[in-house]
């Protein structure tokens, strides 16, 4: 026996396709609506996002060229600095040359007049030096210190080995450092 399938009639096929247009015709909830509140909710939360980019990139700009001018106040500052850091020092030894030009105007004669002009000159001079933070080093008797002193020679003496014997160019430390070590002879161990 063979199986039939049985077949729908006309009517049948005509109510199933009439029942088949009439679900795509109903409007169905599908999320859209929903899809387009969420559309235009992230369209303002991008455009809020663009605009605060914006204002940062901004500040990001302002602050990058105030960086810039405070660097090259401060390059301008060190070249000044450099330029007329000798100033004051050289006011310092104005009143040195004054005394020298004085000291070369005297016609007199007077040996001791020149010699006693000399004295005081010097003692201008290292006033003028002392308030440069310029000190002289003459370090007779001091113990030899390789940083303050360079050794020319050693001489027998009975001082303490490797005691400054004499001095033969004083040496000069400019705010705690060595401008010019002092040329010495140091004492030879016995």
């Not at 008797?141 to 020319?152: C, M, N, V, W, Y």
């Amino acid at each position: 026996m063979e199986d039939q399938k049985p077949t729908a009639s006309p009517d049948d096929q005509q109510n199933a396709a009439a029942a088949g247009d009439a679900q795509q015709t109903v409007p169905q909830d599908d999320g859209n609506h929903v899809g387009s509140a969420q559309a235009a909710d992230l369209a303002t939360q991008l455009e809020a996002a663009q605009i605060k980019a914006q204002e940062h990139y901004e500040m990001f700009l302002r602050a990058k060229a105030e960086s810039e001018n405070i660097r090259r106040r401060a390059q301008e500052d060190v070249a000044k600095a450099h330029k007329f850091a000798i100033e004051s020092f050289a006011e310092y030894l104005l009143p040195v040359m004054d005394s020298l030009h004085a000291a070369l105007a005297d016609t007199s004669g007077d040996l001791a007049k020149l010699h006693e002009g000399v004295e005081l000159t010097q003692r201008q001079l290292v006033a003028a030096l002392e308030k440069g933070r310029i000190v002289e080093l003459n370090p007779v008797g001091e113990k030899f210190d390789p940083h303050l002193h360079q050794a020319i020679s050693m001489v027998p003496s009975e001082q303490e080995p490797n005691t400054v014997v004499a001095v033969l160019q004083r040496g000069y430390t400019i705010a705690e450092r060595v401008l010019r070590p002092a040329l010495v002879t140091v004492s030879a161990p016995r």
